[in-house]
């Protein structure tokens, strides 16, 4: 199995960037699909972005494109989510997350098997 620790959360302005992080270890990073999710407290889990196993394909939330890039480094076993534009809406406790059974878009975290502790995001207006 994979182990997963984000980290690069924050307090932002609206308008501002954050970098999130997440170093994973345990099994080969290279044949986990992995992705981003976020949550606020009493809503469900909501996808992000995904990033295919070689990287070569992404994919992201409506709410989001345009404005976050996800890019991972499977030599250095590090899966990144840039945030920039940030808005207060986006404030949420954001998780990366990995599938061991996928290599392409989904946004179900059902689909995930591994998951980090997360890491908090606070965007102010």
């Known amino acids: 199995q994979v182990q997963l620790v984000e980290s690069g959360g924050g307090l932002v302005q609206a308008g501002g960037s954050l970098r999130l992080s997440c170093a994973a270890s345990?099994?080969?990073?290279?044949?986990?699909?992995v992705g981003w999710f976020r949550q606020v407290s009493g809503k469900e889990r909501e996808f992000v972005s995904c990033?295919?196993?070689?990287?070569?394909?992404?994919y992201y939330a409506d709410s989001v494109k345009g404005r976050f890039t996800v890019s991972r480094d499977n030599a250095k076993n590090t899966l990144y989510l840039q945030m920039n534009s940030l808005k207060p809406e986006d404030t949420a406790v954001y998780y990366c997350?990995?599938?061991?059974?996928?290599?392409?878009?989904?946004?179900?975290?059902?689909?995930?098997?591994?998951w980090g502790q997360g890491t908090q995001v606070t965007v102010s207006s």
């Open positions: 345990g099994r080969t990073f290279s044949n986990y699909q």
């Open positions: 990033v295919s196993r070689s990287g070569g394909n992404t």
């Open positions: 997350a990995a599938s061991s059974y996928y290599n392409g878009y989904t946004s179900n975290h059902r689909d995930y098997d591994y």
